[in-house]
């Protein structure tokens, strides 16, 4: 799956400098390029058999309706909006539905229209090669006997999914519609598992590197990742709240042999929110040693540093005494005064020297 529509770079490359967090998001409306249009597929199966087309004209989803399979209608990008609007007018979606697909940088959210159920999910995915998380909004609509999934781009994690469609495999075929929408959104969620599985071995990487003394770029780091933490939350969060709402909806489009899948998949979404609060707690307190790390070395720095000013503060004091320019100072003239003041200061450094180390300040 490639969607290089939006992007959050987790590790910092050399001409990369962390950003902070905008105070606001502003809402983002898609405008449609000229010429392009959204890729629809449709999915009508039953326990007895499964039909799969290309979607041209949403007019051809009238028939599907209120047939007594199940209907899948999947739209991959948001470029033509008139066509979106038909397909809303044809499925008979509210406008502010359709506001809300169009408006791709809304939190996930959950609402019941009484004869369709809509509610939004943020899927994400990981770019190894880059080191980029990938987000797609998808907008899923839960009607009588059909679901409707929209995507910003095109690419999704669904194939399993329609393979066990094709294939006959599971209960897929013989459930309902409320079961499709249930095992779409298992998907997404298990893509969660495996961001949450990838930011963990990031971590794991930056304690190498704090444990190793490993400076370089090291804060920029963990500011990346505690920067992509903090957008995971953001994502996972409002979705568990999503799913809540969803398993105690009172709505006759929720079977009730659906329910324990429901409780299963809160139950997932709550560990890894679980997981992300831990990756958070973890970073905190790298950053944490880190800069306790840190201060410890300046201050190893400033001691070595005092020592020395210490030791060479009285021979200092000595040399510019014996370095003004006065004709008659004691031991000027003699022939052995310069190898007593060496003497001298010699002595006074092994003096200094080993009251520091009795004081263990060395």
């Known amino acids: ?19 902070p967090e905008p105070a606001a998001v502003e809402s983002k409306l898609v405008v449609p390029p000229a010429g392009q249009a959204p890729h629809m597929t449709l999915i009508d199966y039953a326990a007895d058999h499964v039909t799969e087309h290309e979607v041209f004209d949403p007019e051809q989803c009238v028939p599907f309706r209120h047939a007594d399979s199940v209907t899948w209608v999947n739209v991959d990008g948001l470029q033509d909006t008139k066509k979106l609007e038909q397909l809303a007018k044809v499925m008979g979606f509210h406008a502010l539905t359709l506001e809300d697909i169009l408006n791709t940088d809304i939190r996930p959210k959950i609402e019941d229209y009484g004869d369709y159920v809509y509610f939004v999910a943020k899927m994400l995915d990981i770019d190894k090669a880059t080191d980029q998380i990938h987000v797609d909004q998808l907008s899923l609509i839960l009607g009588p006997g059909y679901v409707v999934s929209i995507q910003e781009e095109p690419g999704d994690p669904f194939g399993p999914v329609r393979n066990r469609i094709r294939n006959a495999t ?24 495996v961001v949450a599985d990838w930011i963990s071995e990031r971590i794991e990487k930056l304690d190498e590197q704090v444990a190793a003394d490993e400076r370089a770029e090291l804060m920029q780091n963990l500011y990346a ?3 992509a933490v903090i957008f995971l939350r953001k994502s996972i969060l409002p979705l568990r709240d999503v799913v809540f709402t969803l398993r105690n909806l009172d709505s006759d489009l929720i079977r009730e042999s659906t329910a324990p899948y429901l409780r299963d998949l809160y139950d997932h979404i709550v560990q890894v929110s679980d997981r992300i609060e831990t990756s958070r707690d973890l970073l905190s307190g790298l950053q944490d040693v880190y800069l306790s790390t840190l201060s410890n070395r300046t201050n190893t720095v400033m001691k070595i540093v005092a020592v020395f000013s210490s030791i060479f503060l009285p021979l200092t004091f000595i040399t510019g005494v014996f370095g003004m320019n006065f004709e008659f100072m004691p031991l000027i003239h003699r022939s052995w005064g310069f190898a007593l003041s060496v003497i001298s200061m010699l002595s006074i450094v092994a003096a200094m020297l080993c009251y520091f180390r009795y004081k263990r300040w060395i």
């Open 1 to 19: 799956m490639k969607r290089k529509h939006k992007v959050l770079r987790l590790l910092r490359e050399p001409d990369y400098t962390p950003e």
């Open 170 to 193: 599971g209960r897929l075929r013989r459930s309902a519609a409320d079961y499709l929408a249930y095992a779409l959104l298992d998907v997404v969620i298990d893509q969660y598992f």
């Open 225 to 227: 990742v505690k920067r």
